[in-house]
């Protein structure tokens, strides 16, 4: 039940322009785990990033918009 109002709420953001959706929580709640099933459903194309991947650590951490614009450009999410 908690989930399917977590589901609701969220997928209703996601219909938003601009907007950033934080999830948070303790570990092994099942964070990861939502976001993918309502990824799943979502209709455009949808970039995710772990930022622990050594390839994404330098454009985070950089303070350019253009490296950070290059990594979302072509992504509706």
Excluded: C, F, W
């Excluded at 709640?29 to 930022?51: C, F, M």
């Excluded at 490296?67 to 979302?72: A, D, F, M, P, T």
């Amino acid at each position: 039940m908690i989930r399917r109002h977590y589901e609701r709420l969220i997928t209703e953001q996601m219909h938003l322009d601009n907007r950033v959706i934080v999830i948070y929580g303790p570990r092994q709640v099942g964070k990861t785990t939502l976001v993918r099933l309502l990824l799943e459903h979502y209709p455009g194309k949808v970039l995710t990033i772990n930022a622990d991947d050594i390839d994404y650590q330098s454009v985070l951490s950089s303070r350019s918009m253009q490296q950070l614009q290059q990594l979302v450009s072509g992504y509706d999410l």
